[in-house]
């Protein structure tokens, strides 16, 4: 029988790997919108730059799990992911001085400023 620990983190997974999924889902389907103004192969690249990014992250992520063990590395990946988010959130805020508006606008001018590779083909 697992223990309590292992329950609650295949719950956590489960629970977080839906979360994703709808999100995914529901990112994608807000780039297609027309106001936003992004194309369909720019919105499949980034899909497909997920998906490789994942796949490459892969084989690095087990490496340091043998190295340092499973929940150190999950405590390592968890702390880099909480410090990006921060990074991400400090350097990328909107002008809406609103409390109802989202703090992150996606769209074509002020999303992901920071990748200068990344374009729509225009």
């Excluded at 977080?16 to 992004?38: A, D, H, K, R, T």
């Excluded at 043998?66 to 400090?90: D, H, M, V, Y």
């Amino acid at each position: 029988m697992l223990s309590r620990n292992a329950k609650l983190y295949l719950v956590a997974t489960v629970v977080q790997g839906l979360s994703f999924g709808i999100w995914g889902v529901i990112f994608y389907l807000y780039l297609n919108l027309p106001e936003v103004g992004f194309e369909m192969d720019f919105v499949g690249n980034m899909f497909s730059a997920g998906a490789i990014a994942t796949g490459l992250v892969a084989l690095p992520a087990g490496l340091l799990c043998e190295r340092f063990g499973p929940k150190k590395a999950l405590l390592i990946g968890l702390t880099a992911n909480f410090i990006s988010l921060i990074q991400i959130n400090s350097r990328f805020p909107t002008n809406n001085s609103s409390s109802r508006q989202p703090r992150f606008r996606f769209d074509r001018h002020n999303w992901m400023r920071s990748v200068s590779t990344i374009h729509d083909g225009k």
